[in-house]
């Protein structure tokens, strides 16, 4: 399980998170100042919507009962979200019916999941993946097409 092997790696003992201080605490009695994490820093940006977002959103398009079977992964995102004031998945509870964890999330456009480019089954997943991001292979299928046509043919 990657929350197990995220938790237990030795070497992430050390990867700060970014924070900034919490400007209702200064006026505390007692002197404590406290932190919150800073939401707006790539640690959490690039990693939550580039990276958690991603897996979320492939599972859901694969069929997997994200609340059962990516619950971790799920809430350490409903967590960052709510943070960041965002929505990049449906918060706990909202999910019921036919709505989507992440297809139906107010800002899944600002994550790279496949959905935030229109992609909602296996299929167009399939059909995207063969996109030439040059365009070339279509250039070229187009080409042949156009050069069987009658009227191409006799430029």
């Given at each position: 399980?990657?929350?197990?092997?995220?938790?237990?790696?030795?070497?992430?003992?050390?990867?700060?998170?970014?924070?900034?201080?919490?400007?209702?605490?200064?006026?505390?009695?007692?002197?404590?100042?406290?932190?919150?994490?800073?939401?707006?820093?790539?640690?959490?940006?690039?990693?939550?919507?580039?990276?958690?977002?991603?897996?979320?959103?492939?599972?859901?398009?694969?069929?997997?009962?994200?609340?059962?079977?990516?619950?971790?992964?799920?809430?350490?995102?409903?967590?960052?979200?709510?943070?960041?004031?965002?929505?990049?998945?449906?918060?706990?509870?909202?999910?019921n019916g036919n709505r989507?964890?992440?297809?139906?999330?107010?800002?899944?456009?600002?994550?790279?999941?496949?959905?935030?480019?229109?992609?909602?089954?296996?299929?167009?997943?399939?059909?995207?993946?063969?996109?030439?991001?040059?365009?070339?292979?279509?250039?070229?299928?187009?080409?042949?097409l156009l050069g069987r046509?009658?009227?191409?043919?006799?430029?």
């Amino acid at each position: 399980c990657m929350s197990y092997a995220l938790s237990h790696n030795s070497r992430l003992n050390a990867v700060l998170s970014p924070c900034i201080v919490d400007e209702s605490s200064k006026s505390n009695e007692d002197g404590t100042i406290h932190l919150k994490p800073n939401t707006t820093t790539r640690f959490f940006t690039d990693d939550t919507q580039h990276g958690l977002c991603i897996y979320l959103g492939l599972a859901e398009l694969l069929g997997f009962d994200l609340e059962r079977d990516m619950k971790d992964t799920l809430y350490v995102v409903r967590r960052l979200q709510h943070w960041m004031k965002k929505e990049f998945v449906l918060p706990a509870g909202k999910a019921n019916g036919n709505r989507k964890i992440v297809s139906s999330a107010r800002d899944v456009a600002e994550t790279s999941a496949p959905q935030a480019f229109g992609i909602h089954s296996i299929q167009e997943l399939r059909q995207f993946f063969r996109l030439d991001v040059f365009g070339e292979v279509h250039q070229a299928r187009a080409e042949e097409l156009l050069g069987r046509s009658g009227l191409v043919s006799r430029l």
